[in-house]
C-alpha cells in the first residue's frame, strides 16, 4: 500500500511508520553512523511501503557540504574531442572509477577565442563541483587553474606541468619518445621530421620556426620533443598540427613529404597524426616503410589502415583515467599526493624499417 496522501512521503512519515525517530531514520539511509542492521531493515521496510525513495539529494548536498560533482576540463571542443579515441578511452576509465565512488562528472569543454586561446567557461566559476580535472594539464599560467584555486576547488592535472601543490597523474611520455627515436636512429635513420601536438595559444598547422618553439607552453608537445633532445637527435623539420586528428597528420604529412628532399622518418606525437602522415605518403606514392618510415604515440588499434599496423609507443589510457578518478578519492578523503607517472611502451609494427640506401 502507498502513502495515503497526494504529497510525496517524507522522512518522518517513514520514522513514524518504523517507529522509530526521525534522526535513526536519516542513519538507517545514509550509513554514516551505528544502527542496528534490524532497525535499518525496519526503517528500509516502511520506506518501501510509503513509496519513499530517500533523502533528497540537495538536501543532502547542502548538510554535507559537497556536491557529489567532478568537473573534467577537456580544454577543446567536445566535438574534437569525442572524435579523438584517446579522449574517449580515458574518460571511459576515469568516469567509470568515479561511478563507483558514487561521483558524477560535469564535462567542461574549452571555449576559443578569435585569437585561437582558449577563455574559461563560466561553469568553472560559478557551478558546485567538489573537485576539478584538468584531464589534459595545464600551462605556466592557465586561467582554468587560476579560476578555480580562487574558488578554492582542488584541481588534479592530467600530464603536468608540475605545479605547487597540485597533484598530477601524468605518463612516461619523454621517456617513451626518446626510446622512440633511439629505435629508428639505431634502422639507420638520421633524417627525422616530427609531426607535434598543439603548442598553445592559437591552433594552427604549419612548419614550427624558432619564434614559434619559444611559445611552446603545453606539457604532452614539450615532453614528446624533449625526448628527441634526450636521444641526441634534432628533427630536421617540425610541423605543429592544430589538434590530434588524422586530417591534421594529413595535411602535415604534405608539408613534410611532398618537397625535394623528405625525411626518411616521421615521428607524430599522437596516432591519429601519424596516420595521417601514412595516408598522404599513400597519396604522393610513396611506399611505407621503404621510403618513409612513420611511428606514433598511443596505442590505438587502427585497423581501417590495414594492412599496415603503426609502430608507435603505447599509453595505459584507460589506466590513466582510473589513476585520475583515484586522485580524486584519495583528495576528498584529505590525502596528501605525490605524482603519478604511468610507463608507455615501444611497440614496433610494420610501417618502420630501415632508410633506403
Given at each position: 500500500m502507498g502513502h495515503s496522501g497526494q504529497s510525496r512521503p517524507t522522512l518522518a512519515d517513514v520514522a513514524g511508520a518504523a517507529g522509530v525517530s526521525v534522526s535513526t531514520a536519516s542513519l538507517a539511509f545514509s550509513g554514516a553512523g551505528p544502527i542496528a542492521e534490524e532497525t535499518r531493515a525496519k526503517v528500509h521496510a516502511a520506506a518501501a511501503t510509503l513509496g519513499y525513495s530517500g533523502p533528497n539529494p540537495l538536501g543532502r548536498s547542502l548538510r554535507s557540504g559537497r556536491s557529489g560533482i567532478v568537473a573534467v576540463v577537456i580544454g577543446d571542443q567536445l566535438r574534437r574531442s569525442f572524435r579523438d579515441p584517446v579522449s574517449v578511452q580515458v574518460l571511459d576509465g576515469l568516469v567509470s572509477t568515479l561511478g563507483q565512488m558514487g561521483l558524477g562528472v560535469l564535462l567542461v569543454p574549452g571555449m576559443p577565442s578569435p585569437d585561437g586561446s582558449v577563455t574559461v567557461d563560466p561553469l568553472l566559476e560559478s557551478a558546485p563541483m567538489d573537485v576539478a580535472i584538468l584531464i589534459w594539464g595545464a600551462r605556466e599560467s592557465d586561467p582554468a587553474l587560476s579560476a578555480l584555486q580562487?574558488?578554492?576547488?582542488?584541481?588534479?592535472?592530467?600530464?603536468?606541468?608540475?605545479?605547487?601543490?597540485?597533484?598530477?597523474?601524468?605518463?612516461?611520455?619523454?621517456?617513451?619518445?626518446?626510446?622512440?627515436?633511439?629505435?629508428?636512429?639505431?634502422?639507420?635513420?638520421?633524417?627525422?621530421?616530427?609531426?607535434?601536438?598543439?603548442?598553445?595559444?592559437?591552433?594552427?598547422?604549419?612548419?614550427?620556426?624558432?619564434?614559434?618553439?619559444?611559445?611552446?607552453?603545453?606539457?604532452?608537445?614539450?615532453?614528446?620533443?624533449?625526448?628527441?633532445?634526450?636521444?641526441?637527435?634534432?628533427?630536421?623539420?617540425?610541423?605543429?598540427?592544430?589538434?590530434?586528428?588524422?586530417?591534421?597528420?594529413?595535411?602535415?604529412?604534405?608539408?613534410?613529404?611532398d618537397v625535394d628532399e623528405p625525411p626518411t622518418a616521421v615521428v607524430a606525437q599522437s596516432d591519429l597524426l601519424a596516420a595521417g602522415v601514412l595516408l598522404a605518403a599513400r597519396e604522393l606514392g610513396l611506399r611505407v616503410p621503404e621510403d618513409v618510415s612513420v611511428a606514433?604515440?598511443?596505442?590505438?588499434?587502427?585497423?581501417?589502415?590495414?594492412?599496415?599496423?603503426?609502430t608507435t609507443v603505447a599509453q595505459p589510457l584507460a589506466a590513466k583515467g582510473q589513476a585520475l578518478g583515484e586522485a580524486v578519492g584519495r583528495l576528498l578523503a584529505g590525502e596528501e599526493l605525490e605524482p603519478r607517472m604511468l610507463a608507455v611502451e615501444l611497440r614496433p609494427g610494420t610501417t618502420t624499417g630501415p632508410p633506403r640506401a
Open positions: 580562487r574558488r578554492g576547488v582542488p584541481v588534479v592535472i592530467g600530464e603536468g606541468p608540475q605545479l605547487p601543490g597540485v597533484p598530477v597523474v601524468g605518463i612516461e611520455d619523454r621517456r617513451g619518445s626518446a626510446e622512440l627515436v633511439r629505435y629508428l636512429v639505431s634502422l639507420g635513420h638520421s633524417r627525422l621530421a616530427c609531426v607535434t601536438l598543439p603548442f598553445g595559444g592559437e591552433r594552427r598547422n604549419a612548419v614550427v620556426d624558432a619564434a614559434r618553439m619559444r611559445e611552446l607552453d603545453w606539457t604532452p608537445t614539450r615532453n614528446r620533443l624533449e625526448g628527441f633532445a634526450d636521444a641526441g637527435v634534432e628533427p630536421v623539420v617540425t610541423v605543429e598540427a592544430a589538434a590530434s586528428l588524422v586530417e591534421e597528420g594529413k595535411a602535415a604529412g604534405r608539408l613534410l613529404l606514433g604515440f598511443d596505442g590505438l588499434d587502427l585497423p581501417w589502415l590495414a594492412p599496415d599496423v603503426l
